[in-house]
């Protein structure tokens, strides 16, 4: 097996309004049946408009509260509880539940390749627009393809950013080895591996963090295609088995 992850070359500044499917077909001709699209969540988010000010945004006690603990602008901190349906941490920093129930720093709002010194929001429902951008590219290129929005988070335990899906069409996000064999012929109770994680991770690789200006990838030789409705919620594990996030709650309930 060999993959090959290509970047998009020649993607324009992202504006509210454009087509991000259109955009990635003419700058990428050669898209084949079964390719993994990954796209940066921030032009998706900035297709959508989803750009704006903090000196717009109005704190309510409770933010001001929380800013006081942590040092954030009141104003940030309020777009960041807007964004969010639950709160684990306070400070040093805010851990959150998103809208879309992904657990994530600030639920995601990001200053980073967005200019104009405006901040920039995650899509709601990422899903929907992976599904929207990757039936348009289909349409156009006549080919079966999946799709993954992705985005910049950090991790528990370790130093070190990595990219992680927040968005899926026509890819499972986990790909299950329960009841496998291992090597020796035994039977795998545990693993399930997280798929669309490590394509994001490894599209990072050539997307970058900084002004590489490659919001998209196209990785081809895997067959992980699957024409069904999934969703990158799955993967998000819920508080009952969640041993961390109880921990984080019961110590701020303390
Ligand atoms: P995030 O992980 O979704 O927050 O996205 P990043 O800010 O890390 O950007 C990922 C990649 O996309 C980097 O190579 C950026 O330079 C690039 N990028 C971000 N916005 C744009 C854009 O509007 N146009 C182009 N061409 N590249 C962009
Ligand atoms: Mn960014
Ligand atoms: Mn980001
Ligand atoms: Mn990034």
Not at 128 to 138: C, F
Not at 150 to 161: H, V
Request: aromatic residues 4%; contains cysteine; charged residues 25%.
């Amino acid at each position: 097996m060999s993959l090959i992850l290509k970047a998009v070359e020649n993607i324009p500044l992202i504006e509210k309004g454009d087509d991000i499917a259109d955009i990635i077909c003419k700058n990428a001709p050669d898209i084949a049946d079964k390719d993994v699209i990954v796209i940066a969540s921030t032009i998706v988010s900035k297709s959508l408009g989803l750009t704006f000010r903090e000196e717009d945004v109005v704190p309510s006690a409770e933010a001001k509260r929380i800013a006081a603990l942590n040092g954030k602008d009141p104003r940030f901190v309020q777009a960041i509880l807007d964004e969010s349906v639950e709160v684990f941490t306070e400070a040093p920093f805010m851990l959150v539940r998103n809208k879309n129930g992904h657990v994530c720093i600030n639920a995601g709002i990001d200053a980073s390749n967005v200019g104009n010194g405006l901040l920039l929001k995650l899509p709601d429902n990422p899903d929907k627009h992976a599904a929207a951008i990757g039936k348009s590219i289909e349409q156009k290129t006549g080919k079966k393809i999946s799709v993954i929005i992705t985005d910049t988070n950090g991790r528990a335990f370790k130093e070190g950013q990595t990219n992680v899906a927040v968005g899926l069409y026509n890819i499972k996000a986990i790909r299950q080895w329960i009841g496998e064999k291992d090597l020796y012929g035994m039977v795998l109770e545990i693993s399930e591996e997280a798929v669309v994680d490590e394509i994001a991770g490894a599209a990072n690789l050539v997307m970058g963090e900084g002004g590489g200006g490659v919001p998209a990838v196209i990785v081809s030789g895997l067959d992980l295609y699957v024409d069904e409705t999934v969703s990158v919620t799955e993967m998000y594990r819920s508080k009952e088995r969640d041993v961390l996030i109880r921990g984080l709650l019961e110590l701020k309930n303390e």
